[in-house]
């Protein structure tokens, strides 16, 4: 075989349509690459929008599989109950704040201000903005998956109250990362 027939085979091989076609064949077989990927992540994924501004940022990745550590910024469920409902409305809430204590740590109160290992992190307000009582969160040595969370917000609905405590792993959805 000479090397003008060669050229002329390959030309007539990869003629407008084949090339259409394998053109088709790639993009497909990248899309379905895509979709799995995409498929895959979206079971250990989600995105979040933040209604509230107890913290800084408004939209977050949640991993539902990392453990959570000292100052990732955690999602879990709130407890239900009425004083909830007044404040947040009916339904599940789900809060999120970073992990200021875990496991083995020792948190401890000075009236209404809370520390943990002995480093200041909050300050309990005494009602809520609607005027309940806000009963103090737990002390002493936190237990073996949970964690004392908060936020920097003063206002901000975390562990230094009874309604929230401190937070358990039956409780956590999973860790975030601010997006927005």
């Known amino acids: 075989m000479t090397e ?9 091989f990869w003629s407008p349509e084949r090339k259409r076609l394998w053109s088709m064949l790639a993009l497909g077989t990248f899309a379905i690459l895509v979709w799995q990927g995409l498929s895959a992540w979206k079971t250990s ?6 209604a ?6 408004w939209a977050f990745v949640l991993e ?6 000292r100052d990732d910024l955690i999602f879990f469920r709130a ?3 009425p004083v909830m409902q007044r404040h947040f409305g009916a ?24 520390f943990v290992n002995g480093k200041e992190v909050a300050t309990a307000k005494i009602q809520s903005r609607l005027g309940e009582p806000l ?6 040595k936190i237990p073996f998956g949970c964690y004392y969370v908060g936020t ?7 562990s230094r109250y009874a309604l929230i405590g401190w937070i358990c792993r039956d409780r956590i959805v999973g860790t975030g990362k601010a997006i927005l």
């Open 4 to 12: 003008f027939t060669r050229s002329t085979t390959a030309a007539a």
């Open 45 to 50: 994924h989600a995105i979040l929008l933040n």
């Open 52 to 57: 509230s501004d107890s913290l800084p940022n």
């Open 64 to 69: 539902t599989k990392a453990p959570p550590a």
């Open 79 to 81: 407890p239900a109950g």
């Open 91 to 114: 339904g599940e809430h789900m809060f999120g704040k970073h992990v200021i204590g875990s496991a083995g740590d020792v948190v401890t109160r000075e009236g209404r201000t809370f």
């Open 135 to 140: 009963a103090l969160g737990p002390v002493g």
């Open 152 to 158: 920097d917000h003063k206002d901000g609905f975390d």
